[in-house]
């Protein structure tokens, strides 16, 4: 037993020591440094998570941040995955799935994605209580997923592809704008029809 803890001990150490890191530990450098988060369930476990995750990645969450992060939308979908010979659901598969944005400057949506994770839980007919438990930590454990996918998403965005893209939003906007603004100038300039005055028959 000490031989095999002295292995574990050292195998750490020499990993460490080569900079690798287990899933889910240290620091990720974000080129962002302020963000505002925002979903739908804005007291939901997810967006609490998330934004405690990048508080303490460096990045300071706050309403009114130059970049809106928005939750858009986060489902679940549950599918039986195998069956018993009784032809009863041995197994279930669930797929959970985020959908997100990146909104600046007059709420334009300049990058929008989404992330996935699915896992696998035993339904036992007779001990529903236990399949129950075993599906609420499996959805932890795959929103934890999630978060993590979403940070390295976000840890790849820089401020500078974010000016890029808000410019060619505002471009788009303002040709949007001009070509609307034409199209009335010109409905404007069009003669009016006059109204057609049908002559009065007197009995």
């Known amino acids: 037993m000490i031989k095999r803890n002295l292995l574990v001990i050292g195998l750490a150490t020499l990993l460490s020591a080569c900079g690798f890191q287990l899933r889910g530990t240290g620091d990720i450098q974000f080129a962002l ?49 195998t069956f018993t010979s009784a032809a009863r659901t041995a197994e279930y598969e669930l797929t959970k799935t985020i959908e997100y944005e990146i909104r600046g400057s007059k709420n334009a949506v300049l990058l929008n994605d989404k992330v996935e994770a699915n896992g696998f839980y035993n339904q036992d007919g007779n001990n529903l209580i236990g399949g129950d438990q075993e599906a609420e930590q499996l959805r932890k454990e795959m929103r ?4 993590q996918q979403l940070l390295q998403n976000i840890r790849q ?10 410019s060619i939003a505002d471009a788009k906007a303002q040709a949007e704008a001009e070509a609307l603004e034409a199209a009335r100038q010109r409905e404007a300039a069009e003669p009016q029809a006059s109204p057609i005055t049908l002559p009065v028959q007197i009995q």
């Not at 925002?38 to 970049?67: F, H, I, W």
């Open 33 to 81: 440094k302020e963000l505002d988060v925002s979903a739908r369930n804005e007291y939901g476990d997810t967006v609490k998570e998330l934004t405690q995750s990048l508080n303490s990645n460096g990045v300071r969450v706050y309403p009114g941040a130059p970049y809106h992060l928005v939750l858009a939308s986060e489902q679940e979908n549950r599918r039986a995955a």
């Open 144 to 147: 934890r997923e999630l978060i």
């Open 157 to 166: 965005i820089t401020p500078e592809k974010l000016d890029e893209l808000q």
